[in-house]
């Protein structure tokens, strides 16, 4: 099967400008995470969907990033405006089903550096 | 509030050795545990959890863990290291109340030839 797909793998920005990160999970999974994962730490969660629906966005920084998974598929995260500490690579996961038991399938990850 | 504590930065073992990553949790309930891998340049590898049952669960590429309730801990294992098992390892708890997981800091294993 084919594993969660994330782009672009780099980009580079200058702060105070926007991206987006793009997302699509494994076919037939429910539930899609988005992570920050700071250099030295693990990774944080940002915003977790069921189907098209926001379960949990508690640590999302809501003034400067956004996502949405609007037909329930693909997913993505914007950051407007970025700021230094924005730095980090920006994980997507999904799973089949969004019960506390089940693992998690992680893609590779966008590394965002801001300038 | 659940956590995680890995409390090394680098495992280094030799090839052939056994290996031991710590990890210890603190949920306020029953936890569910995983272990992750991450290679360079790679997102992370899901490779063992424990739910329930026995305390010894096997997992992918020949590593173990062990739950060790009294002790809240859930040290992953593996009887005979390679080189290729070199890379980063997360430990996550997640409260079977609650949705989030909840990944430790990491700890880099480094097998040498």
């Known amino acids: 099967e084919a594993g969660v797909a994330q782009s672009p793998r780099y980009k580079i920005i200058e702060k105070r400008q926007s991206v987006a990160f793009w997302c699509n999970p494994i076919s037939g999974h429910a539930t899609l995470y988005w992570y920050q994962q700071i250099l030295g730490q693990g990774p944080k969660l940002l915003i977790q969907?069921?189907?098209?629906?926001?379960?949990?966005d508690s640590q999302l920084p809501k003034d400067r990033f956004s996502a949405e998974r609007l037909k329930g598929v693909d997913s993505t995260l914007k950051i407007q405006p970025a700021k230094l500490e924005d730095s980090a690579v920006y994980l997507c996961?999904?799973?089949?089903?969004?019960?506390?038991?089940?693992?998690?399938?992680f893609g590779d990850g966008t590394r965002l550096s801001i300038l | 509030a659940q956590s995680v504590a890995q409390p090394e930065d680098q495992v280094n073992v030799a090839e052939g050795n056994p290996l031991t990553v710590k990890c210890t949790y603190s949920?306020?309930?029953?936890?569910?545990l995983f272990w992750y891998v991450q290679y360079p340049n790679r997102g992370l590898q899901f490779l063992l959890k424990?739910?329930?049952?026995?305390?010894l669960v096997k997992g992918s590429y020949g590593f173990e863990a062990e739950f060790n309730k009294s002790q809240t801990s859930f040290h992953l294992k593996k009887p005979s290291a390679l080189v290729s098992d070199s890379a980063l390892y997360f430990c996550a708890v997640r409260d079977p109340g609650f949705q989030k997981l909840v990944f430790g800091t990491g700890t880099r294993l480094l097998v040498s030839p």
């Open positions: 424990y739910i329930t049952g026995d305390n």
């Open positions: 949920v306020s309930g029953n936890p569910y």
């Open positions: 996961a999904s799973s089949l089903e969004q019960g506390a038991n089940q693992p998690q399938h």
């Open positions: 969907f069921q189907n098209n629906g926001v379960v949990d």
